[in-house]
């Protein structure tokens, strides 16, 4: 069955709920299930983490050399800085994210409002 399989106007969003529950929960009931089961000091535990850590920065790596929206029409140094300048913040002000996340932004803004 594909997406232009039914002419209606309810089924692209039923195609979406289906495809996002599947897509999704599955993952999410298998971890509930295995969440006791799995040592946190396992490997295979260490591997899931060092792949999500991985996926998340090449998201990011991507959003800072490929710019979409606003942010095509700033610098790539901003870019960079702003993200160098947010981990430094992470790391030297009490590796708290919302402390990285926050200070990247603000430098963020400033060089989009300075230019």
């Keep these: 069955m594909t997406f232009d399989a039914i002419d209606s106007w309810w089924w692209p969003f ?41 996926l998340v920065a090449a998201v990011i790596g991507n959003l800072i050399v490929f710019p979409s929206g606003a942010l095509v029409d700033t610098a790539l140094a901003l870019r960079i800085g702003a993200a160098g300048a947010g981990f430094v913040a992470y790391l030297y002000l009490g590796r708290k994210i919302l402390v990285g996340i926050v200070a990247a932004e603000l430098i963020l803004l400033i060089g989009m409002w300075i230019s």
């Design 14 to 54: 039923l195609f979406i709920l289906i495809g996002g529950w599947l897509a999704t929960d599955a993952w999410r009931f298998l971890g509930v299930y295995l969440g006791d089961r799995i040592s946190e000091d396992s490997d295979l535990l260490v591997l899931v983490r060092a792949l999500a850590t991985a």
